[in-house]
């Protein structure tokens, strides 16, 4: 059965950084577009960060421009999402996705498009 793992998460002060790992298992995810998204208590699911599946082409979330980097290792079946300069508002639980290939690719940022989801993973960024 494929899983997505997601680990990484925890607290840390503002100006601090995390990475985040997503593992997958049960299949690979080589061939799949990978993406980071997170959801705020009381807050909508947001994108954050997206990757093709060669790791070539990354996307950004406004929430995450400047700031995070997304990259994937396809050999260890592992994508990253590298945090620096967290704030405060970074604050959520962070998922990791994957969806199939689309032709002719687009629409990253649509949460619907991803079939497959890890479970989460907590990320408290304290003032």
């Known amino acids: 059965q494929a899983q997505l793992v997601e680990s990484g998460g925890g607290s840390v002060q503002a100006g601090g950084s995390l990475r985040l790992s997503c593992l997958a298992t049960g299949r690979a995810f080589s061939d799949y577009p990978m993406g980071w998204f997170r959801q705020a208590p009381g807050k909508e699911r947001e994108f954050v960060a997206a990757?093709?599946?060669?790791?070539?082409?990354?996307y950004y979330g406004d929430c995450a421009r400047g700031r995070f980097t997304i990259s994937r290792v396809n050999v260890e079946n592992t994508v990253y999402l590298q945090m620096n300069g967290l704030k405060p508002e970074d604050t959520a639980v962070y998922y990791c996705?994957?969806?199939?290939?689309?032709?002719?690719?687009?629409?990253?940022?649509?949460?619907?498009?991803?079939?497959?989801w890890g479970q989460g993973t907590q990320v408290t960024v304290s003032s």
């Open positions: 990757v093709s599946w060669t790791g070539g082409q990354t």
């Open positions: 996705a994957a969806r199939p290939p689309v032709l002719g690719g687009g629409g990253y940022s649509d949460s619907g498009s991803y079939p497959y």
